[in-house]
């Protein structure tokens, strides 16, 4: 079943099927997607308190007019307190840091990460690799043990 | 790209259509997976790139991730059923891809709720606040390590599709 089976459904998936495919697919995963994020709408009406820790300090609520020069507006007042509700702000300026990745010293943060991720790959391919060497001594061993009369010389 | 000639054309031809076809599916994975790295690691490297385009970049990947899965999904169904098996290959690679699909989706969903420049300049006030904040941020570290985990496990076919296409551009060359 397998040759032809496949053969067939790499022809469907790749002529006039493909884009009905790519799309049903599409619509699974944006359905999957949503649940993840609807998850995590949830937690924050249901838990929100299990995670936020001393980040208060950065966000502010303040009424109409009051805002601090300098401060982001996050929201303006046309949330749950209607248009004259409080408005969402973050304290200090903002910048846009358009300019930054011209910036030698920022390089730094780049290398930070790409150091992390290159340590990771190493560490698990390092696993991986003495894991199949470790397999493939046991298999030998267990080969060797089952057949004990094949180095014995023939009478 | 090919006519339907070949397609209908008999074994031989047919046979290598498909293989060419099924080669350039293999070459569009690598490289798409290969931008998704790089992507992620100027996302990560926030300092580095500023905020504006951590931003726009983030919407990008999210936008990628959606389509990454999309092409993977076959794989994903394939996985999940053979997940009862005791002995199945695949179930350190769909666990961590479980845990990557829920880090990644809230880093990206987070990230668009605490947007300060590219959803403000479409017009959209998003919900910021402390709980979005720390969430992107803890998403965001907990995916920084899953997602050279999620490529290391799949080096032998990176090495293996790698060096085949260098081999291809090099031949293609010397022709």
Known sequence: ?155 | MNGPSLTSAAGPVSGLARRRRIAARTRLDFWFDLVLLLGFTLAYSYGFTGIAIHEWLGIGLGLALLIHLTLHWDWVIRTTRRLLNPRGPDKVIWIVNLALLFGMTLCVASGILISRVALPYLGIYPLAGPFWTRLHDLTAEVTLGLVPVHVALRWRWLVQVGRRLLTWRSAGRGR
């Open chain 1, 1 to 155: 079943m397998a040759g032809p089976g496949r053969a067939q459904a790499a022809d469907l998936a790749f002529g006039g099927a493909g884009p009905v495919k790519f799309l049903r697919h599409l619509g699974a995963v944006t359905l999957v997607v949503a649940v993840v994020v609807v998850l995590g709408l949830a937690w924050n009406h249901f838990g929100a308190s299990t995670l936020v820790g001393g980040l208060q300090a950065s966000f502010k609520q303040v009424p109409p007019g009051a805002r601090p020069p300098g401060a982001v507006v996050l929201r303006p007042g046309a949330g749950g307190g209607g248009p004259h509700g409080p408005v969402v702000i973050r304290n200090g300026p903002m910048n846009l840091g358009l300019g930054s990745m011209l910036d030698p010293v920022n390089l730094a943060v780049l290398r930070h990460t790409v150091v992390i991720e290159a340590v990771v790959i190493a560490i698990v391919v390092m696993i991986d690799v003495s894991r199949r060497l470790w397999r493939e001594e046991r298999r030998a061993r267990q080969l060797a043990l089952s057949r004990p009369d094949d180095d014995e010389p023939d009478q």
